[in-house]
């Protein structure tokens, strides 16, 4: 057995639009509507998790765990521009208050992917009033994280700098198809966003404050090391430098793309793919941490913010999650200052765009909503109750 630090917390994510449903004022609802044709498949009612959250959090509580990360929905709380919503920053608020009364440390996102359409129809994060409108968000979303520890600002900037950059298929399946890059000028937007919030939340909540990164474990093919270090710093370290100002750095971590002389490419089909079509590969994460430190530098922690495999096979789930705990166990032993894992995901949640890749603990019959845990919420909760692997 190998014992993880004291105090380490021991979680699973969510995202509001993956869970809620019905979140029929921002952008990837909208690109629900007219997408089906390419195969896109609506978010509807989702898992209903608007409502059922308390149960979703009990599900965590029950088995030992000790914290639950999952995001504010930008739409919900300010529907049209400059107006906002009393009532939905009071559920949110009261999803903080169930999480505590439950013993759940509340990890919370203030924006994971999505937009309200009034800000999506005035460009994105390429409208010049993108910071500010962010801002004015944010310091609205302060008004109920007061007692909150843990905030990421933004879920993500690479993989959203790419999928705002003309490529939103990225989201829809495959994080990095062919020669993928963020779109460099929504990069800067993101950054710079993240870089006046943040300052922002840290004095008015008090919290460890940061944004969460998506790691991809890159690995330079022979003869094209040049061309990985180029990649890797547009896609990752340029965003991973920016949390050397932070209190903490979010690692997401589920596969591993090699770079070749045109750039990165997309994993080759494989028997052992996951649903996503990812390439099996547990040991990311342990990759996802040391180049973390490596870039961050050791004196910003880490948190696992996600990590996970879609499959329909939860002894594989068991398995992969086995793994990749090993490997942040081994990176503790060298020193790489991890202190928390959370599982993506709990439940079995909308994948952008499709339902079939199931990541969750959980499983949720979308006619009932019924939550069926699968024996891998067990399992990781005995890990957790232990602080062992
Ligand atoms: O479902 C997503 C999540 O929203 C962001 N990180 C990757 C997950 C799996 O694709």
Redesign the pocket.
Known sequence: MTSFPEGFLWGA?T?AH?VEGNNLNNDWWRLEQVAADYGVQASGDALDSYHRYHEDMRLLADRGFTAYRFSLEWSRIEPLPGQFSRAALDHYRRMIDTARELGLEPVVTVH??THPVWFDDRGAWLWDGAVDAFMRYAEQACTILGDVHWIITI??PN?LAITHGGQRQV?LGN?YPRNALPDQEIGDVLIAAHRVAAPMLRQRTGARVGWSV?NQALTATPGNEEKFTEVQYLIEDKYLQVSREDDFVGV?S?TSQPVEADGIVPHPVADDNTL?GWAYRPDALGIAVRHTRDVVGPDVPILVT?N?I?TDDDERRIAYTTAALEEVAAAIGQGVNVRGYLH??LLD?F??GHWA?T?GLVAVNRETFARHPKPSLDWLGEVARRNAV
């Open positions: 994510a995202a993956q994971h992917f879920n993500e993989v989201a994080p998506a997401q589920y996503m996600e996970g879609a993506w995901s949640n994948e952008w890749p990541f």
